[in-house]
């Protein structure tokens, strides 16, 4: 069985970092694009940060310099460090992992990905 648990959430003040984790289980963890998305009250989930197989990162313009995804391969366990956070991050946080095949699909597209998390809450307040 296929599981996605996310950790790290809770309420910050604006300037304030957090380290989101996301433990895998049930899949090939090395060979899979990995990604991290949002859903903010009212709004659309929306893609924050990607990591390939070979650990290159790609971001959203909002968070670009401030977010860092990472991934640690013989954990299975992949990170999203933000740093100076803003009120709008406040959002449900999401990760994902891709299906493990090549894809012309976007990888901010989140049909790219098979598997999904909970989900972890995060609350910046201003």
């Known amino acids: 069985q296929v599981q996605l648990v996310e950790s790290g959430g809770g309420f910050v003040q604006a300037g304030d970092s957090l380290r989101l984790s996301c433990a895998t289980s049930?899949?090939?963890?090395?060979?899979?694009?990995s990604g991290w998305f949002r859903q903010a009250p009212g709004k659309e989930r929306e893609f924050v940060a990607a990591?390939?197989?070979?650990?290159?990162?790609t971001y959203a313009d909002s968070v670009r310099g401030r977010f860092t995804v990472s991934r640690d391969n013989a954990k299975n366990v992949v990170y999203l460090d933000m740093v100076n956070l803003k009120a709008e991050d406040t959002a449900v946080y999401y990760c994902?992992?891709?299906?493990?095949?090549?894809?012309?699909?976007?990888?901010?597209?989140?049909?790219?990905?098979?598997?999904w998390g909970r989900g972890t809450q995060v609350t910046v307040s201003s």
């Open positions: 049930g899949l090939t963890f090395n060979n899979r694009l």
């Open positions: 990591i390939s197989r070979t650990g290159g990162g």
């Open positions: 994902a992992a891709g299906r493990g095949v090549a894809s012309v699909i976007n990888i901010r597209t989140a049909s790219r990905y098979a598997y």
